[in-house]
Each structure stands twice: as C-alpha cells, then as structure tokens.
C-alpha cells in the first residue's frame, strides 16, 4: 500500500526492483527462503534425515492424488475464515470473533443438516448455507457494533465471545442435536440430502470449490473497484480522513462486520457438509477463525493473495502430516513457525527497504546521467 | 441447592480459592497497564504467558532449581516482546498485527518444543520438576481468620501482590513514571520535553513481559506444578480487559483483576456440582469479562456525552 506512491517511476522500470509489485513478489520469495532456511535449521536439530524431511515436506503432497485431494478439501474453510479476516483487516478492525462464529454457526449448519426439512439434495446444503450466512453475519456485527457506537475493546469483546459461543456451541450439541452413540460431545449424523457431494472425485473438488473461487473474484471487485471497497480501505489506511471525507464510520464497521459473518457462516458450512458427517464442537472446526487471521496476513489481505496463503498452509501441512507417518520427530506444529516467520518478514515495511533504496538511488542516478 | 451453592460462596475456601485464581490475571493485568502507560497496547499478554509457563518447567527441569525455571520463564518473556519491538520499531510493521499472529501461533509453537523435549503433545506430566511452594508467614499464620487468609499461599501470590505495590510507587511517584506516563498521554510533547521516549517504551516492553512471564511461570510452577496444552486459557486476555476497564486509573486495574478473579473461582465452583451444564459454566469468567466490559465502556460513553469527563 505504501508502495504505491512510487508507482510514477515504476513506468519506466517494469522489470526491476523499483516497481513496487516487482519488489512486492521479491520480498515475499526472499520471506520464504529465509522461512524454509530456518525451518530446515530446525529440522537438522530435530529428524536423523533433515535432507529428504525437507523434500517430503516441500514435495510429499504431489506424490499421490489423494494427498492433493485432501489440501483441495481442507483448505477452503481456511480460505473463507481468511478472507473474512482480510474484509475486517482492511477496514482496520481488530474484531477477531471469526473464531467463535465458525463454532457457533456450526451448530446451527448441524441444526439444519439433521432435520428432514427438504427431499432434495440442492436445496438442503442451500439452506443450512443461508442459515449459517444469516446467523454469521448477524453475530459477528456485536463486537464491531459495541467498538463503532460506545468504543468498546473489539479484540477483547470478540475473544471473550469467541469462548462463550464455543461454550453454547457444545451446550447446545449436547443437549438438543446429540446423540449418545459418540459419547453426548458430537451431533447425530447428518441427512444424505445435505451432504456435499463430489464433482471431481480423485481431487476431491466439490461445488464448494466453485464457490469459493466465485466468492473471492466478487469480494476481489468489491474490495478493488467499487466504492464501498475503497471506503472499506480508506478507513483502514486513515481513518481521520475517511470520515472528514463523509463516510459514515458506524456504517462501516456494521457492514465490514456483516460480510465477514456471513463468510465465516459459509466456511463453517463447507468445511462440515464436505468433510464430516457430524458435528463434535470442541474438534469440527477449532482453530479455523484463527488461522484466518494468518492467512490474510500472509496474503496481504488482498482475496486472491488469502485463497493463495491459504493453499499453500495447508499443502505444507499436508507434507508434514506425511513426514510425520515416515519420520515422527517432526509434529505437524512446524508449519506455525514457517508461518510465523513469514508473517513477520512479509510484513514489515522497512525488510529489505534499504537493499530497495539503493537500487532506486542507482538506477536515478543512471537516468540522470542520460 | 441453591442454598448450598450459597454457603460455598462464602467460605474460607473460596476466599482463597479467589486469591489464587486472581495471582496470574493480576501479574497479566499488571503487564497490560505498564505497556499502556506508555502508550503501547501489549495484546501478546496471553502468548508470553504461554512461552513462559513453557520454559520455566523446562528451565526447572534442566537445571534441577525451580527458580532458575522462573528466570528462564522471564528471559523467555523479554526476548518475545524484544522480538515484537525489533518488528515493530526497527522493520517498521504493524504491532497489532505481529502481536496477533504471536498469540496464534504460540500453543503450536509451545506445543513443537514440548513434543521435543517429551515426546507428548499434552503436558509436560512425565517429566519430574523442581516447583515452587507455598510460603508460611510465622506469627502471622497463628492468628485465627487473618493467618488464614494471609499465609500459606503460593511464593509467586505474594510476589506478585508486592509487585503490585512496588509497581503503584513507580508509576506513580517516581520520575521515571512520570516520564513514562507523560510518553503514554502525549509521545511528541514528552519528547519536546527531552524524554527519550523509544527507550521509555522499550522499558516499560521489558517490564510487561517480565510482568506477563511471571503470571505464567506462576501457572506452570506454583499453581499446577506442569505446563499444560492451553493451560492460560484467556487469563492473559483478562488481564489485558481489566487494563481496558482501568483506563489509566490503577486500583481500578487491581479491582477488575480480583471481579475477574470471583468469576472464575465461581465457574470452578458451579462446574463441580453437576446441576449446572458444564459448557455454559465453563463460559461464566468470559461472560463476566464480555459484560463488565461492555457496561464500563457504555456507562464511559454517556458519561463522556453528557459532559462530565472530557472525551479523548
């Protein structure tokens, strides 16, 4: 973003540093070179045969087409719960109740996909959809709404909810949806009629595959091109300014709040009618809001850059879950390093700017001497 | 029932069991307010409590002292929020956004180095550590009631209950807090003034995660003597709510620390008698927070509206 004011002399360079998108690409690479350095580091301290883990990593998922299969599967709830992040970061809201909504909503999918509410098998995923949408988008406005109207603590209002709606989550379950053959924690099955099915079966691509790709070109036009996305992005880099300009800040926050709901409600959706056939609160979708919040770091909170993150986290999850079957000193937790050191790196502002600088200073000279 | 749940609440017992339950979410609420004093919102509470609580069972492990597991624990602190000021000061990225990723990565990252060392993804059960005990006050300990509840906690309870004082002092009759202070209410005036305010905000980094270490060293060391997977469990966040609840003012900071505290020593109560619904128990100290919260600040705004305090 910072960037961009540069963006007048990258005209005359489109293939050098100078060009902030170039220089962008480079930053993200050398990021995740030194990511897998250390990662390999840590991997020589830890496994007999540092070499082939990294290898197994980097490569095992491409080595059957189940294994590719399972990334296609299992990303996709990872992509919306990022992409739902990216609408709220972009605003410059810290509403980090993604989390709790995922749980939450999926008692509600799971409500839906129990009761014998339709014969045919579109229009009962249809429905639980529209009811995890509607539910998602309206709890999450509760934490943005509290911050817009009375200033309170959105990060710690929505964390706090984040526990309480886990904890309605496997009440709820328990009580009205639960069944006593999986020991009272998880649902009963669902109905055949809600169940996903495959379109592409070796690659596990299911219709939801299509959604979330007609989901993220929308949300991609919506954040870029139009006037409410430019609102959204204004209020995110200067807030002072976005409401001296007349945008209405409450307005906002409500709306930015709503459309992440209502991604959440359909992450939580996908992720139980594609790859579960019950719900079982404290494991189904633990952990998902969050790592939405990683991905749309990783991917800048540009849409196409989440769904990108996104299936790059899980393929390298999917090759540690394969090097842990062939060598297990190496949990799958490895990943939130390599995460984690790429996220600081890709974003820090001043990482490799003076390598940048110099480059500019260079090639100015050099056109000045022409 | 509920008569019996009643005279639970008001025992001996449950006095204590609040002095216990309030020791971490003080030292994290402590961490929160000297960041803040200075002007930086430290929300990575909850992850340095976790690495902490880590390495002091480890560093008590290694090296057979139960102390050097608590200076482990505190080195471990520092070195994260150095790590959060070298991104945040020196590469120009966005605190909230480092602190973020921090606290969602930490049980994983707690969990690798765990899995190293024990071969356990769950706990550090298996390995035999040196802990901290409970200190005996004399004399004061023989007195009825007072000795009751003034001694016999844990060493970490009254460590933590002197910080508090110590902390009151240098925050606030001290220059060096004043300094501090003068950074968190306007940086660039503290600086015209000739403060060096970087260094001040680098200190009072240093002290919240050496405050923040100690609540977690507290958890693994003191109170139940193994690290745990989640064991902070949204303590580190009450203390950051309790901070917000403060809003500068100090005793407040203590005040919502112990509310917090009741909260949960009820839940643990409540989730003992099988009446109630567990899951809806277990939520009881997030509602508490999420309420207290929300009416102090609702209650703020119309006092603010109103005239009575000068908004911000």
């Known amino acids: ?370 | 029932m509920l008569s019996s749940i009643l005279s639970t609440l008001f025992t001996m017992r449950f006095l204590l069991t609040i002095i216990r339950m309030a020791t971490p979410i003080l030292f994290a609420a402590l961490g929160a307010f000297i960041a803040a004093s200075t002007g930086i919102g430290n929300i990575a509470i909850e992850s340095i409590m976790t690495f902490a609580a880590l390495a002091g069972v480890l560093g008590s492990y290694l090296t057979g002292s139960a102390w050097a597991g608590v200076v482990f624990g505190m080195v471990v602190g520092v070195l994260t929020v150095m790590l959060i000021a070298f991104f945040s000061m020196k590469l120009g990225a966005d605190a909230f956004l480092i602190m973020i990723a921090l606290n969602t990565f930490a049980d994983a990252v707690a969990i690798f180095i765990l899995y190293q060392i024990t071969g356990d993804k769950g706990t550090t059960a298996s390995l035999t550590t040196p802990i901290l005990g409970s200190v005996d006050i004399p004399v004061i300990k023989d007195i009825p009631i007072i000795g009751e509840i003034l001694s016999g906690h844990y060493i970490l309870t009254y460590l933590c209950w002197l910080l508090i004082i110590v902390m009151f002092i240098v925050i606030y009759k001290t220059p060096l807090g004043m300094r501090m202070r003068a950074c968190g209410l306007n940086a660039d005036a503290a600086k015209t003034a000739g403060v060096n305010v970087e260094r001040l905000q680098v200190l009072s980094l240093v002290l919240s995660g050496i405050f923040a270490a100690l609540g977690g060293v507290y958890l693994s060391l003191n109170y139940l003597k193994i690290f745990s997977k989640g064991m902070v469990s949204g303590q580190g966040w009450m203390g950051v709510a309790a901070n917000g609840i403060a809003n500068g003012n100090y005793w407040m900071l203590v005040l919502s620390g112990l509310v917090f505290a009741v909260f949960r020593a009820v839940s643990i109560i409540f989730s003992s008698n099988s009446a109630f619904p567990t899951d809806l128990v277990g939520a009881i100290p997030y509602f508490s927070v999420f309420v207290i919260l929300t009416v102090v600040s609702i209650v703020n705004y119309y006092r603010v509206k109103r005239g009575k305090v000068e908004g911000q």
């Open chain 1, 1 to 370: 973003m910072t960037d961009n004011k540069n963006s007048k002399y990258s005209k005359n360079y489109k293939l050098s540093i100078s060009n902030p998108k170039i220089f962008d690409a480079i930053k993200m690479l050398i990021s995740i070179l030194i990511a897998l350095a250390i990662t390999f580091v840590i991997l020589c301290l830890v496994s007999s045969d540092p070499v082939n883990a990294i290898i197994t990593i980097l490569t095992g998922p491409l080595t059957k087409t189940r294994y590719i299969g399972a990334v296609i599967e299992s990303f996709i709830p990872y992509a919306f719960a990022g992409l739902a992040a990216g609408v709220l970061f972009s605003a410059g809201a810290f509403n980090l109740g993604a989390e709790g909504i995922y749980i939450l909503s999926g008692a509600v999918v799971t409500a839906v996909a129990i009761t014998p509410l339709t014969e045919s098998s579109i229009l009962h995923p249809i429905l639980c959809y529209l009811a995890a949408m509607a539910f998602g988008g309206t709890l999450m406005i509760l934490p943005s709404f509290l911050k817009a109207k009375f200033g309170t603590n959105e990060m710690v209002v929505s964390l706090m909810l984040n526990s309480i709606y886990a904890g309605i989550a496997a009440y709820v379950v328990r009580n009205y949806l639960g069944t006593l053959k999986r020991g009272g924690n998880s649902s009963k099955d669902y109905l055949a009629t809600a169940k996903i099915p495959y379109i592409y079966d070796p690659l596990h691509i299911t219709i939801c595959f299509i959604l979330l790709i007609v989901v993220t070109i929308i949300l991609y036009l919506v954040m870029k091109k139009s006037r409410l996305g430019y609102q959204i992005r204004l209020a995110g880099t200067n807030p002072k300014f976005a409401e001296y300009s007349g945008i209405s800040a409450f307005k906002l926050a409500i709306s930015t709040a709503a459309i992440a709901g209502v991604l959440s409600g359909m992450g939580a959706t996908t992720a139980l009618l594609t790859q579960t056939t019950f719900y079982t609160p404290s494991q189904s979708l633990v952990g998902i809001g969050f790592s939405g919040m990683l991905m749309s770091m990783l991917g800048r909170n540009n849409p196409i850059g989440i769904v990108i993150a996104a299936f790059m986290i899980k393929y390298l999850e999917q090759g540690t879950a394969i090097l842990y079957f062939v060598d297990n000193s190496v949990p799958s937790e490895i990943v939130a390093i390599v995460e984690g050191i790429i996220i600081m790196l890709i974003s820090s502002q001043h990482f490799l700017r003076r390598f940048r600088e110099k480059k500019l200073l260079k090639e100015g000279l050099e056109e000045h001497a022409e």
